[in-house]
């Protein structure tokens, strides 16, 4: 703890007094928290960057979506549309179809976000051709399938 | 302190490529023929991580996407993957449930949907509480011996009298709460 504190302050001296000496890397303590720093915008924009990469492949539009499926939140809109339309590159309809169930579940105990979220994406959807899972009916159950613990 | 961030260092970049290299070589051993993965899931495709990074079908609210299809391809299948390719408004609501079920074995309202099965863990839960009851009625039917005398009124009378008596508890306790003079209790 108290050499933590005495590299941390050698460091800080170091690199106000002779700011021209670059950090080594090797021995130099990383000056992080454990707390994000991000702020939401940037969140937003990292995660809506990451759809947009124009070679995204279907792996990754699941990897980015479970890792955003991760944290506590509803995905903003704009989020949404850059993996709705990553989802249209990699044609892969089931997968959009997929995400957007799953922001209904992600919304929880707020039915109120759902309907303003597909209102949001309404351009979106009718430009890519999507329907939602109300449009396939599949807001209320359709099949019965047995239990995968009673096969 | 340097040796130590090299060795973690070391160890970070030898955990990556590691990571990387096993969910490669289970994609990449999936798609030879007669592999063990290939022998479980069959000519599924491999989409994704899944929630564990097991090739594996399971619906989850928390990792939406599982690894792999749902169907093994086949020709209506193929053809509908051909069609997916063009215009999304173009496909009927049939196909696109097709689709949808090709990839998916469930939708999130069928999986969510309740099973009824708390009526039958509630009432197997009753019937074992009821059999203990039983259990209890008989052992005092046939097993335990009759209660001793003390429990009979007449004995415990006889024991709140000797306890006034001997004025157990005489301040704020049984005693104090009796009148002595008049014998009766305090009003």
């Known amino acids: ?151 | 302190m340097a040796n130590n961030l090299l060795a973690l260092t070391c160890k970070q970049l030898l955990k990556n490529v590691a990571a990387k290299h096993s969910v490669q070589t289970a994609s990449m051993s999936a798609n030879v023929a007669g592999s063990f993965t290939r022998k479980l899931i069959g000519k599924r495709e491999i989409v994704g991580q899944g929630f564990s990074g097991e090739p594996t079908y399971i619906d989850r609210a928390d990792f939406p996407f599982p690894a792999i299809r749902w169907k093994e391809p086949n020709a209506d299948i193929l053809a509908l993957r051909e069609k997916e390719k063009g215009d999304w408004s173009k496909l009927s609501l049939e196909e696109k449930k097709a689709i949808y079920r090709a990839s998916f074995r469930q939708t999130f309202s069928e999986f969510q949907a309740p099973t009824g099965e708390w009526k039958y863990i509630l009432g197997v839960g009753f019937i074992i509480l009821s059999a203990g009851i039983w259990c209890f009625f008989f052992l005092k039917a046939f097993v335990y011996a009759p209660l001793p005398d003390t429990f009979k009124k007449e004995n415990r009378e006889a024991q709140l009298a000797r306890m006034l008596d001997l004025r157990v508890n005489p301040i704020e306790g049984i005693s104090s709460k009796w009148d002595y003079e008049k014998k009766e209790w305090k009003k």
């Open chain 1, 1 to 151: 703890m108290f050499r933590n504190t005495v590299v941390r302050a050698q460091n800080l001296l170091k690199n106000n007094l002779q700011p021209t000496i670059s950090r080594n890397i090797a021995t130099s303590q990383k000056l992080a928290s454990s707390h994000s720093t991000e702020t939401d915008e940037q969140f937003d924009q990292r995660y809506e960057n990451f759809f947009n990469q124009k070679d995204i492949d279907g792996w990754d539009i699941r990897r980015g979506v479970t890792d955003l499926w991760g944290h506590d939140l509803v995905p903003e809109p704009k989020i949404l549309i850059a993996a709705l339309k990553a989802c249209r590159r990699v044609n892969d309809f089931a997968l959009s179809v997929r995400i957007l169930e799953a922001v209904k579940d992600k919304c929880g105990g707020r039915p109120d976000i759902y309907p303003w979220i597909i209102q949001e994406l309404r351009p979106t959807l009718t430009e890519l051709g999507i329907s939602t899972p109300e449009e396939l009916g599949y807001n209320q159950p359709e099949l019965h399938t047995e239990s995968v613990f009673n096969l």
